[in-house]
């Protein structure tokens, strides 16, 4: 039930005890890793909305007000980083943090 939760909870509302019964039905362990991965694939769901592969690789730093998110791409990746703004809400108030995101391209 864990991994049909966080695919809904990807793309659709946020995850809600008082409006999502089988939500409400887990434990707070459970709860708490839903709404952890759901946040981290709603990102990475942002950071592919053109689906044109744009993003090559991603690391992550976490700092004590921030994380920041850095994108290796071969090309400017400004779509893909407001896909990912538009998404970063669940991550964000999970964490605590702002997310902050660098583009770096790089030639091969």
Do not use: N
């Not at 659709?12 to 409400?24: E, V």
């Amino acid at each position: 039930m864990l991994c049909a939760l966080i695919a809904r909870y990807h793309t659709k509302a946020l995850p809600d005890g008082s409006r999502h019964r089988r939500f409400a039905s887990l434990d707070r362990a459970g709860r708490d890793r839903v709404e952890w991965l759901a946040g981290m694939l709603r990102v990475a769901d942002g950071l592919d909305c053109t689906h044109a592969g744009a993003v090559e690789g991603v690391a992550c730093d976490v700092g004590d007000k921030e994380i920041t998110i850095r994108l290796k791409t071969q090309r400017d990746c400004k779509v893909e980083i407001q896909g990912a703004r538009k998404k970063e809400d669940l991550l964000s108030q999970k964490t605590g943090k702002r997310i902050d995101y660098r583009c770096s391209s790089h030639s091969r």
